[in-house]
């Protein structure tokens, strides 16, 4: 895999930006013309730099502006219960984000609901309905400070 140069790292923060933007519109930024500019975005796609291009939406205009931050800790820790739990996290349309964590908690999950009551739904019918689940801990988001699906490069 080629290293990234100074034009490829600027196109990455140019798209992560606005994923809208032309090659023509990026070219013209850079101060080159849009063919390059092409070849390399085709690199870096193909390369997994790029993994997708999505729309950020609007979590209040959706009406999902519940946002719940549940720990979840296992009973057991072997292995066939730890992939039985990513697994099944994989169906639930309400999780967002779930990472295996290291430490006093073993999951992560960044949840999103109308509200309360439709949370409390979800862990009741849902989430508490995945086997070896020994502990759910869950915080409610006051306030989005700061929100970006932009990595520092």
């Not at 939406?57 to 959706?62: E, N, R």
């Amino acid at each position: 895999m080629e290293q990234l140069d100074q034009i490829d790292t600027t196109i990455l923060r140019i798209l992560q930006s606005d994923a809208k933007k032309t090659t023509k519109e990026i070219a013209k930024i850079l101060n080159l013309t849009p063919s390059p500019i092409y070849e390399r975005i085709r690199r870096l796609e193909k390369q997994g730099f790029i993994k997708k291009y999505v729309a950020i939406l609007d979590k209040k205009l959706i009406d999902r502006s519940i946002t719940t931050i549940c720990q979840v800790s296992m009973r057991y820790h072997n292995e066939a219960f730890i992939e039985k739990f990513e697994e099944q996290v994989q169906n639930l349309d309400e999780v967002q984000e779930c990472f295996h964590m290291a430490g006093q908690v073993d999951f992560l999950l960044k949840i999103h609901t109308k509200s309360l009551e439709e949370y409390h739904d979800f862990v009741k019918y849902k989430l508490s309905k995945i086997e070896n689940i020994g502990v759910l801990n869950s915080t409610f988001v006051l306030k989005d400070i700061k929100h970006t699906s932009e990595y520092y490069i």
